[in-house]
């Protein structure tokens, strides 16, 4: 057996076990080697029941007392309740809709029991707690995310067999001398660590040999996906006076930011190499205006640009500022779309074939659609983190090594960015134009629901429009939220002969735009969405976001949503319904309290993690196991450095450490090779 032997192989293994396996990712052994735990629970340190701290978790060896009792409290809810003692104290003991313990736990019965006392009324009690019986096989247990049919017992006994079949199997990437130097134990000894810890002592080991392995391995893949550095552009003649010509086509004075990254943009252009570089601003910093700079100067230098956006309404809207700004320009732009009809599209690419073209503009259609260009010499993709790899990688290959730039606004601080995006430059718009006025946020208690409203009705009486945006389309009974139906139908009735609209993503694209057209015009006062309008739209005549269930959206998504008002000169307003708790409210502080994308950002990544906040297709981060590029700060940075430097001497281990990345990283090689 090796480390690529599918997981049905490995003993007590079955055909229906290994299809439950795959649920959660497993599919060979090394997957199932790369599962690792979620938590520990250590019973290294057993407490008597006396000595218990309220909230603390800790391990009880203790007796049943009693016959345990089912109580069965409603449809979806029953709870197994029983006593347990140690001679120093007792406590009750309660498990959620797990009625099949009530087999299997008898008075008299010896425990081992890991969880957190709470005092409730009268009693001292455990909720759920982790149950052995009797002691502990091994001193830390490993817990592990599961899905239905697998239990933790199970799941570590699989996981036990597979390390014994493979024990020393596993190639050791770095030589006995570059462990030695940077003090990391062998890789072998790590994996049977990491799952069943030895001691605390050997679990840190473990920890930080394979997280110090994994973030110098996703290095040496950045590396790889960032070509060589030697690629030769089309060089663009940038002077003072194209930026001066571009600045006279703007209907406002660019800010000091702008100005600055549109020089950035020109010295790449006049210099030998492709341009790679990432545009970050806060929403509504002006960071479209910038990507027209680049178009309009890829234009007058007698080459084609192209700008992909992530939704239809994007690129629609994208369309019609260029059309706007580049009317008295001669310069000719077409759009492609899914909503295009066959014809429009095979006119449009005609056009582009034959050079009679200047920039398109489409959405993701742009890759798939048999589009050839005349000479391709500019890329611009927006909100590019929306976009796998495999997708920019097809589009740029459409020119030959066209410039590249990549606008954002979900700001990611600058270390990280710098590591993530590789050889890519990186632009901060960091200044809001004049007159942006600040949103006022405010958290919404259900009991506050009709003063809302009121709100929203005499915000449209004096000429404003408002955004209501839900996380589902329709109710849906797993899922504890207002859907954008049914918020939409109560709208009707408490805004009774309002013009009111429902948008989501399963519309069609023609019914899509008709919808957004409307509200543009001021023809729909209210639009009840999805997220469908996060990004990119803009009316300035809306006053009002309202977001429903504001606890199931991260803080960067709820920002851009925000963003959408305020754009005009109206004080503008933000409205977020929760009904997470205070833990939720307190989360949401963050943004009534700011107003800063690149704060609320920090604090979004600190919470969820770079992996959800960035979308797990756009770089690898989706392919670690152990690193988090957060809280390994530090340690991302330092195998950045060794590893740069060792590229640098000419170091031969970095062959190794660059096929393993290869073999780590396959699937993402494969999106670029293939695409």
Same mark, same amino acid.
């Given at each position: #057996?090796?480390?690529?032997?599918?997981?049905?192989?490995? &003993?007590?293994?079955?055909?229906?076990?290994?299809?439950?396996?795959?649920?959660?990712?497993?599919?060979?052994?090394?997957?199932?080697?790369?599962?690792?735990?979620?938590?520990?629970?250590?019973?290294?340190?057993?407490?008597?029941?006396?000595?218990?701290?309220?909230?603390?978790?800790?391990?009880?060896?203790?007796?049943?007392?009693?016959?345990?009792?089912?109580?069965?409290?409603?449809?979806?809810?029953?709870?197994?309740?029983?006593?347990?003692?140690? *001679?120093?104290?007792?406590?009750?003991?309660?498990?959620? +809709?797990?009625?099949?313990?009530?087999?299997?736990?008898?008075?008299?019965?010896?425990?081992?029991?890991?969880?957190?006392?709470?005092? &409730?009324?009268?009693?001292?009690?455990?909720?759920?707690?982790?149950?052995?019986?009797?002691?502990?096989?091994?001193?830390?247990?490993?817990?592990?995310?599961?899905?239905?049919?697998?239990?933790?017992? &199970?799941?570590? @006994?699989?996981?036990? +067999?597979?390390?014994?079949?493979?024990?020393?199997?596993?190639?050791? /990437?770095?030589?006995?001398?570059?462990?030695?130097?940077?003090?990391?134990?062998?890789?072998?000894?790590?994996? $049977?660590?990491?799952?069943? !810890?030895?001691?605390?002592?050997?679990?840190?080991?473990?920890?930080?040999?394979?997280?110090?392995?994994?973030?110098?391995?996703?290095?040496? #893949?950045?590396? #790889?996906?960032?070509?060589?550095?030697?690629?030769?552009?089309?060089?663009?003649?940038?002077?003072?006076?194209?930026?001066?010509?571009?600045?006279?086509?703007?209907?406002?004075?660019?800010?000091?930011? @702008?100005?600055?990254?549109?020089?950035?943009?020109?010295?790449?252009?006049?210099?030998?190499?492709?341009?790679?570089?990432?545009?970050?601003?806060?929403?509504?910093?002006?960071?479209?205006?910038?990507?027209?700079?680049?178009?309009? =100067?890829? %234009?007058?230098?007698?080459?084609?640009?192209?700008? #992909?956006?992530?939704?239809?309404?994007?690129?629609?809207?994208?369309?019609?500022?260029?059309?706007?700004?580049?009317?008295?320009?001669?310069?000719?732009?077409?759009?492609?779309? *899914?909503?295009?009809?066959?014809?429009?599209?095979? @006119?449009?690419?005609?056009?582009?074939?034959?050079?009679?073209?200047?920039?398109?503009?489409?959405?993701?259609?742009?890759?798939?659609?048999? %589009?050839?260009?005349?000479?391709?010499?500019?890329?611009?993709?927006?909100?590019?983190?929306?976009?796998?790899?495999?997708?920019?990688?097809?589009? /740029?290959?459409?020119?030959?090594? !066209?410039?590249?730039?990549?606008?954002?606004?979900?700001?990611? !601080?600058?270390?990280?960015?710098?590591?993530?995006?590789?050889?890519?430059?990186?632009? /901060?718009?960091?200044?809001?134009?004049?007159?942006? =006025?600040? %949103?006022?946020?405010?958290? /919404?208690?259900?009991?506050?629901?009709?003063?809302?409203?009121?709100?929203?009705?005499?915000?449209?009486?004096?000429?404003?429009?408002?955004? =209501?945006?839900?996380?589902?389309?329709?109710?849906?009974?797993?899922?504890?939220?207002?859907?954008?139906?049914?918020?939409?139908? $109560?709208?009707?009735?408490?805004?009774?002969?309002? !013009?009111?609209?429902?948008?989501?993503?399963?519309?069609?694209?023609?019914?899509? +735009?008709?919808?957004?057209?409307?509200?543009?015009?001021?023809?729909?006062?209210?639009? %009840?969405?999805? =997220?469908?309008?996060?990004?990119?739209?803009?009316?300035?005549?809306?006053?009002?976001?309202?977001?429903?269930?504001?606890?199931?959206?991260?803080?960067?998504?709820?920002?851009?949503?925000?963003?959408?008002?305020?754009?005009?000169?109206?004080?503008?307003?933000?409205?977020?319904?929760?009904?997470?708790?205070?833990?939720?409210?307190?989360?949401?502080?963050?943004?009534? &309290?700011?107003?800063?994308?690149?704060?609320?950002?920090?604090?979004?990544?600190?919470?969820?993690?770079?992996?959800?906040?960035?979308?797990?297709?756009?770089?690898?981060?989706?392919?670690?196991?152990?690193?988090?590029?957060?809280?390994?700060?530090?340690?991302?940075?330092?195998?950045?450095?060794?590893?740069?430097?060792?590229?640098?001497?000419?170091?031969?281990?970095?062959?190794?450490?660059?096929?393993?990345?290869?073999?780590?990283?396959?699937?993402?090689?494969?999106?670029?090779?293939?695409?």
């Amino acid at each position: #057996m090796d480390l690529q032997t599918p997981v049905r192989y490995i &003993k007590s293994v079955g055909e229906k076990t290994e299809k439950l396996l795959n649920k959660l990712g497993i599919y060979t052994v090394y997957d199932l080697l790369c599962f690792l735990p979620r938590d520990y629970k250590d019973f290294t340190s057993v407490k008597r029941i006396d000595s218990l701290a309220e909230g603390e978790e800790s391990a009880i060896c203790c007796t049943v007392e009693g016959e345990p009792k089912l109580n069965r409290i409603r449809r979806n809810l029953n709870i197994l309740k029983f006593t347990v003692s140690d *001679g120093t104290g007792r406590l009750n003991v309660y498990y959620f +809709n797990q009625p099949y313990l009530k087999e299997h736990i008898k008075a008299g019965d010896r425990l081992y029991l890991m969880g957190r006392m709470q005092r &409730k009324v009268h009693e001292a009690r455990m909720d759920n707690p982790l149950m052995e019986r009797g002691a502990p096989a091994r001193p830390i247990l490993p817990v592990y995310r599961l899905t239905a049919g697998l239990t933790q017992k &199970k799941l570590r @006994q699989f996981v036990e +067999n597979a390390l014994s079949a493979v024990s020393g199997a596993r190639d050791e /990437v770095f030589s006995a001398d570059f462990r030695k130097t940077h003090g990391l134990c062998e890789t072998n000894y790590a994996y $049977e660590n990491i799952h069943f !810890p030895l001691d605390p002592h050997a679990l840190q080991l473990a920890k930080r040999r394979l997280i110090f392995e994994e973030l110098m391995l996703f290095a040496a #893949m950045l590396d #790889m996906l960032g070509g060589t550095g030697d690629e030769k552009g089309i060089p663009f003649r940038c002077g003072r006076d194209t930026v001066e010509e571009f600045e006279k086509l703007l209907p406002f004075e660019p800010t000091g930011a @702008q100005k600055r990254v549109m020089g950035e943009i020109g010295k790449d252009f006049n210099g030998s190499k492709p341009m790679n570089r990432l545009i970050q601003g806060d929403v509504g910093s002006g960071k479209t205006a910038l990507a027209f700079f680049a178009m309009y =100067t890829c %234009v007058k230098n007698g080459c084609q640009c192209a700008l #992909m956006a992530p939704t239809e309404v994007l690129a629609r809207q994208h369309y019609a500022h260029a059309c706007s700004l580049f009317q008295n320009e001669n310069i000719r732009i077409e759009i492609i779309t *899914g909503s295009k009809t066959s014809a429009q599209k095979r @006119q449009s690419v005609e056009r582009l074939t034959a050079g009679q073209a200047d920039i398109l503009i489409g959405t993701h259609a742009l890759i798939y659609e048999n %589009v050839e260009f005349f000479k391709l010499g500019l890329v611009v993709t927006d909100e590019q983190h929306r976009f796998g790899v495999r997708q920019r990688a097809k589009f /740029v290959k459409k020119g030959e090594m !066209p410039h590249t730039l990549i606008m954002s606004a979900t700001p990611i !601080p600058r270390t990280l960015a710098l590591i993530l995006y590789g050889r890519t430059d990186i632009s /901060v718009v960091d200044e809001m134009p004049p007159g942006r =006025t600040p %949103v006022k946020t405010h958290i /919404v208690p259900e009991g506050k629901r009709r003063d809302m409203y009121g709100f929203i009705k005499s915000e449209i009486a004096n000429g404003g429009q408002a955004f =209501t945006v839900c996380p589902l389309i329709e109710a849906n009974e797993d899922f504890e939220a207002r859907s954008a139906e049914e918020i939409f139908e $109560e709208l009707k009735q408490v805004l009774a002969g309002t !013009p009111i609209a429902l948008l989501h993503g399963r519309m069609k694209a023609e019914e899509k +735009n008709s919808i957004m057209q409307g509200f543009s015009e001021n023809k729909i006062k209210l639009l %009840v969405s999805t =997220t469908v309008i996060e990004v990119g739209v803009n009316v300035p005549n809306a006053t009002v976001m309202v977001v429903e269930n504001a606890e199931r959206f991260g803080l960067a998504q709820l920002h851009q949503l925000r963003g959408r008002v305020g754009r005009g000169q109206k004080t503008s307003y933000c409205f977020l319904t929760s009904h997470g708790g205070e833990k939720a409210d307190e989360r949401l502080q963050i943004l009534a &309290k700011s107003g800063d994308g690149f704060y609320i950002a920090e604090k979004d990544l600190e919470m969820r993690g770079p992996g959800e906040f960035l979308g797990t297709r756009q770089n690898g981060v989706g392919d670690l196991y152990m690193a988090n590029l957060i809280r390994d700060m530090s340690l991302l940075t330092q195998t950045r450095e060794i590893y740069e430097n060792m590229k640098k001497d000419g170091d031969p281990e970095i062959g190794a450490i660059r096929e393993a990345a290869l073999q780590k990283f396959k699937r993402r090689f494969e999106e670029i090779t293939m695409s």
